[in-house]
């Protein structure tokens, strides 16, 4: 009997430890199909080659997409299409969630998330279930893709732009901008929100570690990284950000967890850390006008920012520390991807 439970045990803790792994990645894609790029201010989808950086085609969605996640076998992307405003100011918000075919590079139907608006951050679990912050509704949404129906609408108390899930789909952790002075806790069991951690001055991108260690943010008004433990949702450290004179913008791991990537308008700057030694040394790299998002390659020796600003993509040696080059895409890409 004991040998038959140790066998069953260990067969057991295999299935969690794959579970576990393949919810780290899900939110922190690469690959080696292509490049998917969110031109929010083209309102367009583009596919690139993600040797030459030649783009390859594209498509028209509805009025400002923004962010994104990839189904597990990267066949499909979701694509919130938020409105034909920015935050704080958007007339006309949408209620939908674009659905792209990655294989054909084609749109695949929309998920409409009505009477809830501003679709904006999202993410996805293991079981493909899709969490997305609607920010007009300070809700945070379930919704089954497969049935293109929304499961739950939990509150958020504020008006969440940018979320982060934990790698094992316990919790999410959504920022408020400059509308509440917290990031709100969502527990994903419950679906309920269930802490406040203090960020007196906003919050702009949010992340979490690879290995669920740790949750990362922006401070909205000084150029601080906050470091949340997740075991106790409390502020375990606050780290200035080097040659920064501004709040940041956006927070991103690479996908094996080793580097830590923030990017700044002012500058515009891209601080790079050591993830396992956040108060080391940073890298300070200038890029691109508006910088608003990264993509690492499947390798791990490249990283991409899109330049929101000046409709250009910049490419960083993460080794070597240093902007390699730079190529034209879109109008202004928000965010983008290998897949």
Known sequence: ????????????????????????????????????????????????????????????????????????????????????????????????????????????????????????????????????????????LVIDPKTRSIKDAIDTEGTGHWIAMLPDASKIYVANKDDRPFISVIDLKTRKMVGKIPAPKGTQGIAASPDGKRVVAMDGGEPVLIVIDPATDTVADRITLKENKKGAYKVQYSPDGRKLLTMSLSGPYVNIFDAANLRGEQKVLTVGKDPMGFAFSPDGKTALVANHGDGSVSVIDLKGARVTANFHAGTGIETLTYY
């Open 1 to 140: 009997m004991t040998g038959m439970w140790t066998k069953r045990s260990l067969v057991l803790m295999g299935v969690a430890a794959a579970l576990l792994g393949a919810n780290s990645t899900l939110n922190y894609p690469t690959g080696n199909q292509g490049l998917l790029l969110i031109d929010k201010l083209g309102a367009h989808i583009r596919f690139f080659d993600p040797a030459s950086y030649k783009e390859l085609s594209n498509f028209e969605v509805h009025a400002n997409p923004h962010d994104f996640v990839l189904s597990a076998d990267h066949k499909t992307a979701y694509v919130p299409i938020y409105g034909d405003g920015v935050y704080g100011n958007n007339p006309h918000p949408a209620h939908e969630i674009q659905i792209v075919d990655l294989v054909a590079r084609k749109p695949a139907g929309t998920i409409d998330v009505s009477p809830y608006l501003a679709p904006h951050g999202i993410q996805i679990d293991s079981a493909g279930m899709l969490y997305v912050a609607c920010d007009l509704s300070r809700k945070l």
